[in-house]
C-alpha cells in the first residue's frame, strides 16, 4: 500500500523511498512486531473467555507431564496472531500483487487453517491427538500439489521450479528434473518443513524463536535473488519478483518476535498447530520460490535435528525396542536430562542463529 507513495515523488521527494525494498523491509518488520504486541493481550483475553486452553498429555510420557502439567489450560491457538499481523503488515507494505507474495500469503493460511483444525479437535475432544497423521499429510499433500500445478501453468516460474539447485554450486545440478520429480520435490520440502517446525514447538518460545532466525536468513536471500546485480554477482538465480519476499520475510520476522513477547517462558499464549504449521509453510514457500529449498536444511538445522530425532527414536524402539532418547523431540530429551527449559530454549536459538548464518554462507561459497 505504502508502495503507491513513491509514484508523488514528484510532489514530494522523500516519498521515493517507499520504492526501495530495504525501507519497506524494516518497515514491514516494525509494523509486524507492533500488531502483534498490540493485538496480543486482545487475543489472548478472547482466548480465555472461549476457554481455548491447552492439553497437556499425560499417558504418553508421565515424567514428561510432571514438567508441564503446569501448562495446562495456557490459551493456544495463538499462532492467529501471527497470522493476522504478517498479513496486515505485508499488505500494507509489500507491493500491491505481487505473485510471490499472494502465493506466501496463501500457503501460510493454507496450513495455518490445518493446523487450526487439528487444535479445534483437540479442544473439542479434550485430548492431545487432533487430526489424524493421515488426514494431515494428505491437506499438507493437496496443498503441495496446488502450488506445483500454478508454478508450473506460467512459463517463467516453469523453468525455475523444474531446475534443480544444490548449494555452493552455481549453475543447476538438473536442467529440468520434469513435472513429477518436481511435485515430488516440493511436497519433501514443504511436508519437511511444515513437520518440522511442528515437532519444535514443544517449550516457551523455542519454535518461533528459531522461525525468526531462519526467517531473517531467507529475507537476505530472496533480497538477493530478487536483485538482477547481486543474483549474477553471487552467481544465483535471479527470479524476478522475489525480492519483495524480503518484506514479507521482515513481517514475518517482526510478527514472531512481536509474539514471543507473550510466548516466552513462562508462556501467556501458545501458538499451537495453528502457529507452527503455518510457519513451516510460510518458510518453505519462499525456499521454493527463490530456488533455495536445499538451503532450509543448513538454515532450519535446528528444525532437522527434531525431526530426525523423532525418526531416529520412532524407528530404534520399532525395530529394537529400545529408546535411544529419554524422550523425543529432542528438546524433551534434554529437559529430562536437568536442563531448566529456558536453558534448553535459548541454546536451541542459539544454534539456530549459527545454523542460520551458516545458511547465509552459501550465498559467497560457489
Same mark, same amino acid.
Given at each position: 500500500m505504502f508502495y503507491w507513495l513513491a509514484l508523488l515523488e514528484e510532489w514530494y521527494s522523500p516519498l521515493r523511498m517507499f520504492q526501495y525494498i530495504t525501507v519497506r523491509?524494516?518497515?514491514?518488520?516494525?509494523?509486524?512486531?507492533?500488531?502483534?504486541?498490540?493485538?496480543?493481550?486482545?487475543?489472548?483475553? &478472547?482466548?480465555?473467555r472461549r476457554n481455548i486452553g491447552q492439553y497437556v498429555r499425560q499417558e504418553e510420557s508421565?515424567?514428561?507431564?510432571? @514438567? #508441564? =502439567?503446569?501448562k495446562a489450560g495456557t490459551p493456544t491457538m495463538g499462532?492467529?496472531?501471527?497470522?493476522?499481523?504478517?498479513?496486515?503488515?505485508?499488505?500494507?507494505?509489500?507491493?500491491p500483487g505481487n505473485l510471490?507474495? &499472494?502465493?506466501t500469503l496463501a500457503s501460510?493460511?493454507?496450513?495455518?487453517?490445518?493446523?487450526?483444525?487439528?487444535?479445534?479437535?483437540? @479442544? #473439542? =475432544?479434550?485430548?492431545?491427538?487432533?487430526?489424524s497423521a493421515r488426514a494431515k499429510v494428505l491437506l499438507q499433500l493437496a496443498w503441495a500439489l496446488a502450488l506445483v500445478i500454478s508454478l508450473d501453468h506460467f512459463p517463467e516460474t516453469q523453468i525455475w521450479l523444474r531446475r534443480l539447485m544444490v548449494p555452493f554450486v552455481k549453475d543447476p545440478v538438473i536442467e529440468n528434473i520434469g513435472w513429477l520429480a518436481a511435485f515430488l520435490f516440493v511436497t519433501v520440502i514443504m511436508l519437511g518443513a511444515t513437520n518440522a517446525v511442528n515437532l519444535t514447538d514443544g517449550l516457551d518460545g523455542l519454535a518461533i524463536g528459531c522461525s525468526s532466525s531462519v526467517a531473517l536468513t531467507y529475507l537476505v536471500l530472496a533480497y538477493v535473488a530478487g536483485h538482477a546485480v547481486f543474483a549474477e554477482y553471487l552467481y544465483i538465480p535471479y527470479v524476478a519478483g522475489s525480492g519483495e519476499l524480503?518484506?514479507?520475510?521482515g513481517c514475518l520476522a517482526g510478527a514472531g518476535l512481536g509474539f514471543l513477547w507473550y510466548n516466552c517462558h513462562p508462556a501467556?499464549?501458545?501458538m499451537g498447530d495453528t502457529g507452527s504449521l503455518a510457519l513451516g509453510g510460510a518458510i518453505a514457500t519462499v525456499?521454493?520460490?527463490?530456488?533455495?529449498?536445499?538451503?532450509?536444511?543448513?538454515?532450519?538445522?535446528?528444525?532437522?535435528?527434531?525431526?530426525?530425532s523423532v525418526i531416529i527414536q520412532v524407528g530404534s524402539y520399532k525395530l529394537r525396542r529400545k529408546r535411544v532418547f529419554k524422550c523425543a523431540p529432542i528438546h524433551h530429551h534434554f529437559e529430562m536430562m536437568n536442563w531448566s527449559e529456558t536453558q534448553v530454549t535459548v541454546r536451541f536459538w542459539i544454534l539456530s542463529i549459527v545454523f542460520s548464518l551458516m545458511g547465509l554462507l552459501t550465498l559467497k561459497i560457489r
Open positions: 523491509t524494516v518497515a514491514g518488520a516494525g509494523t509486524g512486531f507492533l500488531i502483534s504486541l498490540l493485538a496480543g493481550p486482545w487475543l489472548i483475553g &478472547l482466548l480465555k508421565p515424567p514428561l507431564y510432571e @514438567l #508441564h =502439567n503446569k499462532g492467529l496472531l501471527i497470522l493476522l499481523s504478517v498479513t496486515v503488515s505485508s499488505i500494507i507494505w509489500a507491493r510471490p507474495v &499472494l502465493i501460510m493460511w493454507y496450513m495455518g487453517t490445518v493446523g487450526f483444525w487439528d487444535d479445534y479437535l483437540k @479442544l #473439542h =475432544n479434550k485430548q492431545s491427538k487432533g487430526l524480503a518484506v514479507f520475510c501467556r499464549v501458545f525456499a521454493i520460490l527463490i530456488k533455495q529449498e536445499l538451503v532450509l536444511i543448513i538454515a532450519g538445522g535446528v528444525f532437522v535435528i527434531e525431526a530426525v
